[in-house]
């Protein structure tokens, strides 16, 4: 009897002694988390259907939807609910608020480049974005070259507009850049005359036209200035969190959830006002779901 007592007891022991060895493994953001019982999502007000918010501080979108999927598995992981905070983020500090702790994973459009990694990771690619012009339809722009002398809006903080400059049709082109603080408001400079262009990823230009009074009066013209991929992000060499990110979507890609969820955000309506994108996955975006990687966009340029 009292063998077993004994046994029973080192047995406890030893499975407690697990537990906390378990606990004491987890490091980075899954530690942090694990602790406070609150995970922080960096949520965008008008980033396309990538994500955007429903106004009362609710946020949805194809990257949240993937976020909110990788906050379960991280709950299970640890072995806790965690309760999810939405931080909305700009351009100009989504890397910032990731760097500082503020922000655990950043579910906007940022695009993954050889600069930003210098400061914060990526998981593997959920989009692949062609920057394109936003023009009013009647605009006669249906190129690059015809901004010559006109007003180039962009918003404060992305790559646009650097990518329009390095554009070989670009050369001799000038023009001026004029600055949003953030997608909406640069839509808004298009809308009011104030810009002739707006330069950004082409699926949130379609979104915003989708969304706007009159859709009509806006297009996506002139040509592909640049591919880049869109991923979500993570603190700098957070092991633990980008396996536990990476590992959803790879299991999203395998078990056919990340096609229907593109499907839903992408082809079909979308909320509150059932605008439709009808954008169809593009082939980069099939090569990068077949061949998962966290590749930079520079690396899309040599190809």
Not at 79 to 95: D, F
Not at 122 to 133: C, K
Request: aromatic letters at 4%; charged letters at 25%.
């Amino acid at each position: 009897m009292k063998h077993r007592i004994l046994s029973a007891v080192l047995g406890c022991a030893g499975l407690i002694s697990v537990n906390a060895a378990v606990a004491e493994e987890l490091t980075g953001t899954l530690k942090k988390v694990a602790d406070s019982g609150k995970i922080t999502m960096g949520v965008r007000d008008s980033s396309g259907v990538l994500s955007y918010t429903l106004g009362d501080g609710k946020y949805t979108g194809y990257h949240v939807e993937i976020c909110q999927k990788a906050i379960e598995n991280i709950s299970k992981q640890i072995g806790k609910k965690l309760e999810v905070a939405y931080q909305p983020v700009t351009s100009q500090n989504r890397i910032p608020l990731v760097t500082n702790g503020t922000v655990d994973l950043e579910c906007g459009s940022t695009t993954n480049n050889a600069t930003r990694q210098k400061d914060v990771s990526f998981a593997v690619t959920t989009f692949v974005e062609e920057v394109r012009l936003a023009v009013k339809a009647d605009s006669g722009i249906t190129s690059i070259t015809q901004l010559a002398n006109r007003k180039v809006a962009t918003t404060t903080g992305t790559t646009s507009v650097q990518t329009l400059r390095k554009n070989e049709r670009a050369n001799g082109v000038n023009f001026d850049e004029v600055y949003g603080k953030d997608h909406a408001d640069s839509f808004l400079l298009l809308e009011t005359g104030r810009a002739d262009a707006f330069v950004m990823d082409g699926s949130l230009l379609a979104g915003l036209i989708a969304r706007a009074k009159n859709p009509a009066d806006y297009k996506v013209a002139g040509e592909v200035l640049n591919v880049e991929p869109i991923a979500i992000m993570v603190r700098k060499d957070d092991v633990q969190m980008k396996k536990a990110v990476d590992d959803t979507i790879k299991g999203m890609i395998k078990s056919g959830e990340l096609a229907k969820t593109y499907d839903k955000w992408f082809m079909q309506p979308t909320p509150p006002s059932g605008a439709k994108m009808s954008m169809p996955m593009s082939e980069n975006l099939k090569a990068a779901l077949a061949n998962p990687n966290d590749n930079p966009m520079e690396s899309y340029a040599k190809k």
